[in-house]
C-alpha cells in the first residue's frame, strides 16, 4: 500500500489508497480505469454485490431493459470497444447489458482492484490528516485522500410505508431486489403496485404468466411505445463507421442523445401539421416524443395540453374498456414533467382477461397490506405474490445512506435535510476531496446516464491530475459558489412546468422528503453543462478553494481567482 503518489503528507499520516471508489456499476467502473490506468493511483473500489453492474446488477425484474438506445447505452471512451461489441436490439436487456458490464471489466482487467460483497457504511474526513476513513459492513476501514462515491441516482429503494407490509404470507419482491434465478408467476395471483417506468416494463411479461395480475396504481402515465427490435445492420454499420461523429453529437446535445427539440412552437402549427409530426415521433418510438417535441413542451401549459391530448388519444384507441382507459388516462399533471416510461404491449395488456386495474383515485387507495394480499378501496385482492415496483429515493437516498461525515464532524444526511446542496453536482462546501458522480444538482438523470456518467468522470480525473501536478492536497467546493449554483438550479427550472408536478424528479414519491427538483436541467442540457464544467477548470478551478501543505505541515490555501 502506498501513500498518495506526488502529494506531499502530513507527518505521521498515511493513507492505504490514493482513491476510494464507492460502486462498480457504469461511473465505479469507469472511474477506477481513469484513475488508475491513466494516472497510476492506488485504487480499490467497494462494491456491496457480488458483481458489478449497479443498476444492472440489481433490477432483475421481468421485462428489464434500458430505454436509452444501446448504440449510445454504453462506453464511449474506447474506440475499440465501441467497434468490437455489438448490441442485439435497439434497447438491450438487463442481462446483456450485465454482460456488457462484465465484458468491460474483463477487458480492463478491473476486478482485481474491486472488493465485492462490501457495503460502506460510514465515510469520515480527519481534519488534521486531511484523509477520508471508509469503512464497510464487513469490517473494513481504509484511509484514502479522494473518495468518489459512484453510487448510482437510483439505487436506494423505495420500500412504500403501507400499513402491514411484513404480514403478507406470500411471496414479496421490490424490483430493485430481485432474485438472481427468477420469480415464477405460474399460476399465480400476482399484484403490482406502482406503475411509473419500471412496472410499464414488468406488466406485460408478468401478465404473460401469472393466472391474474392486479395491478395497483396512484398515478397514471403517459407512455410511448419503444419499439424494440434487432436493429438493421447497415444503421448499425454506418453508425459504427461515423462513432467519432454521434459521440460528439450526444456530448452536444441537449439530454446525450441524437435529438433535439423541433425549434419552435406547437401553438403555432395548425392541426395537421402537428398530427404529422407527433405520428412521425409515435411511430420512432423511443424518447423522440417526449425529448424532440416541440420546444414550448416544457413551458407552456397550453403547449403542453395540445401534446398531451395525442398521447390521450391513443390510450383510447387501445384500451377496450373505456372506464379503464379514463382510469389510465393521466389528467393531474402535464405530460413529461414526470419520467417517459417506454413501453411494449403497455396498454394493450389491460384488454387481457387476466389484468385488473385498481385505481387510487377511483377505485380507493391501498389502506393495507393483510396475510393474504392487498386492501384497497375497502375491498380485499387476495394474492400470491407481491410485486412493489414503487421506484427508489432518487439521487440523494443513496449519498445519505453513506454516513458520510466532512469537515468539523459535519453529517451530510442533515445538511441535506432540506434538499441537496451542491457545487455543479460534482462537489460539496465541507467535503474535501470527495467528488459525487451524477449527483444531484447535475443533468445525471435528464440524460442519457453514460453521457453524463463519462463527462463526470474525465472531469473528476483531470481535477486530481491538476491537484498532483500543482502539489495540491485538497479541493472543496467554496460555500458561496454552491450557493450560486443552488440557486442557479431552481432558477432554470422554475421557467418549466416541472415543479408543480408530484415526480421523483422533485422528491415527491418519498414521504417526508423536501420537494426540490433534485436534477439539473439546464438551459443548454448536457452539452451546455459540460461547457460550464470545462470553463470551472479552465478558470483554475473556479468557486473551488485548495490547499496545500508545505514544510512542516503548513497549509496554504489557494482560492481560484
Ligand atoms: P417510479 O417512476 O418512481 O414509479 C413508482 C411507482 O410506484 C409510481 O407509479 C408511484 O406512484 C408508485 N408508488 C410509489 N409509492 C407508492 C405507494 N406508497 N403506494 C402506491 N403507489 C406508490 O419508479 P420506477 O422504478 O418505475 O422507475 C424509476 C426510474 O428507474 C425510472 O424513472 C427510470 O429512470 C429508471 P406516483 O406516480 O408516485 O403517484
Request: aromatic residues 12%.
Amino acid at each position: 500500500m502506498t501513500n498518495v503518489q506526488g502529494q506531499p503528507q502530513t507527518a505521521g499520516a498515511k493513507a492505504d489508497f490514493d482513491a476510494v471508489i464507492i460502486g462498480a456499476g457504469f461511473s465505479g467502473m469507469y472511474m477506477l480505469h481513469s484513475l488508475r490506468d491513466k494516472l497510476d493511483l492506488n485504487v480499490t473500489v467497494f462494491e456491496a454485490g457480488d458483481g458489478v453492474g449497479g443498476t444492472w446488477y440489481w433490477n432483475r425484474y421481468p421485462g428489464a431493459r434500458c430505454d436509452s438506445d444501446s448504440y449510445i447505452y454504453c462506453y464511449t471512451f474506447d474506440k475499440n470497444l465501441l467497434q468490437e461489441w455489438n448490441w442485439s436490439e435497439r434497447y438491450p436487456e438487463q442481462d446483456e447489458i450485465l454482460r456488457y458490464l462484465e465484458h468491460c471489466a474483463e477487458r480492463f482487467d478491473l476486478k482485481p482492484d474491486i472488493q465485492f460483497g462490501k457495503r460502506v457504511v460510514e465515510v469520515v474526513f480527519d481534519d488534521d490528516t486531511e484523509l477520508w476513513t471508509v469503512r464497510t459492513d464487513k469490517g473494513d476501514a481504509v484511509r484514502a485522500r479522494f473518495v468518489i462515491p459512484a453510487v448510482g441516482a437510483l439505487s436506494t429503494a423505495n420500500m412504500p410505508p403501507i400499513k402491514g407490509l411484513s404480514s403478507f404470507k406470500g411471496k414479496c419482491y421490490h424490483t430493485s431486489q430481485w432474485p438472481h434465478d427468477g420469480v415464477d408467476f405460474t399460476a399465480k395471483r400476482v399484484g403490482i403496485i406502482g406503475t411509473g417506468a419500471t412496472a410499464v416494463q414488468a406488466i406485460p411479461e408478468i401478465a404473460q404468466q401469472a393466472k391474474h395480475l392486479t395491478v395497483f396504481q396512484r398515478t397514471p402515465n403517459f407512455c410511448v411505445p419503444a419499439r424494440n427490435g434487432r436493429v438493421d445492420p447497415e444503421v448499425t454499420k454506418a453508425r459504427k463507421a461515423d462513432y467519432d461523429g454521434v459521440r460528439q453529437r450526444i456530448k452536444d446535445s441537449f439530454f446525450g442523445f441524437e435529438l433535439n427539440f423541433i425549434p419552435k412552437a406547437v401553438l403555432e402549427t395548425t392541426p395537421e401539421e402537428r398530427e404529422q409530426e407527433f405520428d412521425k415521433m409515435w411511430d420512432a418510438g423511443g424518447f423522440a416524443f417526449w425529448l424532440a417535441n416541440y420546444q414550448d413542451m416544457f413551458f407552456s401549459k397550453e403547449a403542453n395540453d395540445v401534446i398531451a391530448d395525442y398521447l390521450k388519444r391513443k390510450i383510447r384507441s387501445v384500451v377496450n374498456d373505456p372506464v379503464t382507459a379514463e382510469k389510465l388516462t393521466p389528467k393531474t399533471y402535464p405530460y413529461g414533467t414526470k419520467r417517459q416510461p417506454l413501453d411494449t404491449n403497455y396498454f394493450e395488456t389491460f384488454n387481457k382477461k387476466n389484468v385488473a386495474l385498481v385505481d387510487a383515485s377511483t377505485d380507493g387507495p391501498i389502506e393495507e397490506i393483510t396475510p393474504n394480499g392487498i386492501r384497497a378501496g375497502g375491498k380485499e385482492y387476495p394474492l400470491d405474490i407481491i410485486v412493489i415496483a414503487t421506484g427508489f429515493d432518487a439521487m440523494t437516498g443513496p449519498l445519505k445512506n453513506l454516513g458520510i461525515n466532512g469537515r468539523d464532524g459535519r453529517a451530510l444526511a442533515q445538511e441535506w435535510e432540506d434538499g441537496p446542496q451542491t457545487y455543479l453536482g460534482l462537489a460539496i462546501a465541507g467535503y474535501p476531496n470527495l467528488f459525487t458522480i451524477t449527483g444531484p444538482q447535475s443533468p445525471s438523470v435528464l440524460s442519457n446516464m453514460p453521457v453524463s456518467i463519462e463527462q463526470h468522470v474525465e472531469w473528476i480525473t483531470e481535477c486530481i491530475a491538476h491537484m498532483r501536478r500543482n502539489k495540491l492536497t485538497t479541493i472543496e467546493a467554496s460555500p458561496q459558489a454552491q450557493d450560486e449554483w443552488g440557486a442557479h438550479v431552481a432558477e432554470v427550472v422554475n421557467s418549466t412546468l416541472m415543479p408543480g408536478t408530484n415526480s421523483w424528479y422533485m422528491g415527491a414519491n418519498i414521504e417526508g422528503k423536501p420537494r426540490r427538483f433534485l436534477p439539473y436541467l439546464g438551459p443548454e442540457g448536457v452539452g451546455g453543462y459540460r461547457r460550464k464544467c470545462a470553463e470551472v477548470a479552465e478558470k483554475g478551478y473556479e468557486g473551488f478553494v485548495f490547499t496545500s501543505q508545505g514544510q512542516g505541515g503548513t497549509v496554504h490555501t489557494i482560492a481560484a481567482e
